[in-house]
DNA sequence: ACCTGAACACCGTTCAAGT
DNA sequence: ACCTGAACACCGTTCAAGT
């Protein structure tokens, strides 16, 4: 045993360490909970000493959210798509129950963290493969958003924050390599910058007639 | 002139006047930026003196939020069910854009208040009179939620709250008087307490088949 | 009756100082 | 190099005291 689990979880502290606390605290006690102080109390050592392994706090409420979604199981997905996803939404949902202040947390924020995007990849690539276009596929990631996936932030999202100097297409497709669906749908959504950068009145009423359209359909069925 | 805007602005400090202090700053400058001292200071009064007209800081928010909530404008509803909740939305929505910071916050706490209840109340009405049964209208006041109205809690909501030694009949029923249809769903679902007392597994996998089988349709029909 | 001052137990964050 | 003490400018909330 070369690094046993005694000498991971105690003395030096990491960042990794610190989010892992967070998210314990907040499981116990609810987001409110976090606090430097607490946090250093928690781990064993004055507060300030955390600022060496964190930003700030905000760094670490967004830390703990992604260390929740990479929770997510991913075993290999389905070849049928709504089948896929299905697994995938309930997936997340199980790991929202266990830790209960996160959905509300991921709304709040619009951080989008490693194992966040990881999700998003794994969606884009599931309904690409169940034959959406890119386009279609973009709307359904709303549509599926915070409220099925409770990984994804969006309701009324001003999608205003990617303007300014937009970097050059290589450069996104580089920076999102290991997310090649995230990057494909960046480029094709470049036209107003890259991830975010969409038609928000447009997803929203997309979103809003699907559901309708598919209330209509179930009131039909149920009435006959 | 009775009534200036110029005294009722003024002097008197009232719960209305805290709340819609907390709304202009929360669009200023953010939910964040509410706090006691510094809405005193913008009432020009001691933050202390904040406590006679609400009970504490939850108070507050919780009063500025269904204040939002009751800026969504309702003409009378139009036949159509479809379109009266399509008119419904898209006035949420533009409320919610003057107020960004609302819908995160209306997702974050499980208080309802009189202008939610309210809201709640029209959409049951639209459904119930375009033909939804009250199970059918539930489910539906479920999917359409934070998502798209922006002023229904729900996420991954625990509902156990619900629970602990439930009041007669009648007496929900009296409570909920200027409510009628909220008051008939409460009914309804009683074997699990009066409203948020549901079955979160099926309202989750509800909302999920839905949105799959919208997904489904439209991907079908842009790849024809 | 309504507002205030002072106090308590907390915050996030910085920075010079300790080892 | 890593952690700490002390400090700053904030919090929510209570309560005795002022008018």
Request: glycine content about 8%; some cysteine.
């Amino acid at each position: 045993m070369v690094d046993s689990v005694e000498t991971r979880e105690r003395r030096p502290l990491s960042r990794e360490r610190v989010l892992r606390a967070a998210v314990e605290l907040a499981d116990r006690e609810g987001v409110e909970a976090i606090s430097l102080r607490r946090l250093g109390q928690e781990l064993g050592v004055e507060a300030m000493a955390i600022y060496r392994h964190v930003r700030d706090k905000d760094d670490i409420v967004d830390g703990a959210v992604d260390a929740v979604v990479g929770e997510i199981e991913v075993g290999e997905p389905s070849e049928d798509w709504q089948a896929a996803m299905r697994a995938l939404a309930m997936a997340a949902r199980s790991v929202m129950l266990r830790h209960r202040w996160a959905p509300a947390v991921i709304v709040t924020r619009q951080n989008v963290g490693p194992a966040m995007l990881g999700q998003i990849e794994r969606v884009l690539q599931i309904l690409r493969r169940g034959g959406f276009t890119i386009d279609a596929a973009h709307h359904a990631v709303h549509v599926l958003g915070s409220r099925i996936l409770g990984f994804t932030q969006d309701p009324f999202n001003d999608s205003a924050q990617a303007s300014g100097p937009q970097p050059p297409p290589d450069e996104v497709v580089r920076a999102f390599a290991p997310y090649p669906a995230v990057a494909e749908l960046a480029v094709a959504a470049r036209h107003d910058g890259a991830l975010g950068g969409c038609d928000d009145d447009f997803e929203f009423e997309f979103g809003l007639d699907l559901v309708l359209d598919g209330l209509d359909r179930r009131r039909a069925s149920a009435s006959d």
